[in-house]
């Protein structure tokens, strides 16, 4: 279930299948493997499905900002896998951005909240029909920082869309137990999901030999 997800009118058919992404990160995990990528890796899985029906809301000229686990955002957005796949190998895995096709991610918890809603103030000053979705964790979405960037956004009316991808963790530690098993209500205008990976959360769960 993608809770609030309705609200937001499909502009597109996706380019992608599940498979196709599902595909694509089996190719990542066998460079990995092979010992290939000398960088960090965060793999995605076992949202596919909710991914694929998100990216019927997202134009071609949206940007997309992403966190550390960014594979599959950048595909949604309509970067060729084949660059894709070239920034993973050059150890860029966690840190994907092409401001010509406007997306961005970063691996600093909350980092690209703060950069997302300047897009959106600058789309606002300029007068056009863009958008701006930005991803984050779960632990992401109880910070202060996403509170305060969701009410600024809200209060002067920005084109800034938040999807919440919820897999309970925070690297290694539950959310839940860091707020003392409360979690903050999910607003009516906010995008959430919850998903479980088959990954842990850096690499495939094999020890790789460089």
Not at 75 to 101: A, F, H, M, R
Not at 118 to 127: D, F, H, Q, T
């Amino acid at each position: 279930m993608i809770k609030n997800l309705e609200q937001y009118p499909i502009v597109r058919e996706p380019h992608l299948t599940s498979e196709d992404l599902l595909k694509f990160e089996d190719l990542i995990v066998s460079h990995w493997e092979g010992g290939k990528i000398r960088g960090p890796v965060h793999l995605s899985n076992g949202n596919e499905n909710q991914l694929i029906e998100i990216s019927k809301r997202i134009n071609p000229t949206d940007w997309v900002f992403s966190t550390w686990r960014s594979h599959y955002h950048a595909l949604i957005k309509g970067l060729q896998p084949e660059w894709v796949e070239n920034q993973i190998l050059q150890g860029k895995s966690i840190t994907i951005c092409n401001q010509k096709d406007r997306f961005y991610s970063s691996a600093i918890v909350g980092g690209t909240l703060s950069i997302a809603l300047g897009v959106a103030k600058s789309i606002k000053l300029k007068n056009t029909q863009d958008k701006v979705w930005c991803f984050l964790g779960d632990m992401s979405f109880e910070s202060g920082i996403f509170y305060e960037v969701h009410k600024y956004a809200r209060n002067f009316d920005l084109p800034l869309y938040f999807i919440v991808e919820d897999n309970g963790v925070s690297t290694y530690t539950p959310t839940e137990v860091t707020w003392n098993g409360i979690k903050r209500d999910i607003p009516n205008d906010v995008i959430w999901y919850e998903y479980k990976s088959k990954y842990p959360h850096y690499g495939s769960g094999k020890w790789i030999a460089f």
